[in-house]
């Protein structure tokens, strides 16, 4: 089995920035073993792609978050983050963090992440 726990989620005004953390543990064989993916649903919509970091580290991004939205991961934490700068209101969604892994699809629980002013 594998854990995800998302984090860091809250309340900003537009503009602003805010750093989501994704933890994994159990049987997660190393975090960048598997690639890693941040997907959102925002109110009354349908959950959407957001960002992904590959095995060897490369990186892709929704073109409503190219250039504002950064994936990165820190191996030895198991740990992946999603740096979100320059905020908008439409970014307003639960954020989910996602991982395919022998086949097999683990999602968190999600963080809220509320843009308003």
């Known amino acids: 089995q594998v854990q995800l726990v998302e984090s860091g989620g809250g309340l900003v005004q537009p503009g602003e920035s805010l750093r989501l953390s994704c933890a994994g543990s159990?049987?997660?064989?190393?975090?960048?073993?598997?690639?890693m993916d941040w997907y959102r649903q925002p109110p009354g919509k349908q959950r959407e792609f957001v960002a992904t970091?590959?095995?060897?580290?490369?990186?892709d991004y929704a073109d409503s978050v190219k250039g504002r939205f950064t994936i990165s991961r820190d191996n030895a934490k198991n740990t992946v983050y999603l740096q979100m700068d320059s905020l908008k209101p439409e970014d307003t969604a639960v954020y989910y963090c996602?991982?395919?892994?022998?086949?097999?699809?683990?999602w968190g629980k999600g963080t809220l992440v509320t843009v308003s002013s």
């Open positions: 996602h991982r395919e892994q022998y086949g097999i699809s683990y």
């Open positions: 159990g049987r997660i064989f190393g975090i960048s073993s598997f690639a």
């Open positions: 970091i590959a095995r060897g580290g490369g990186t």
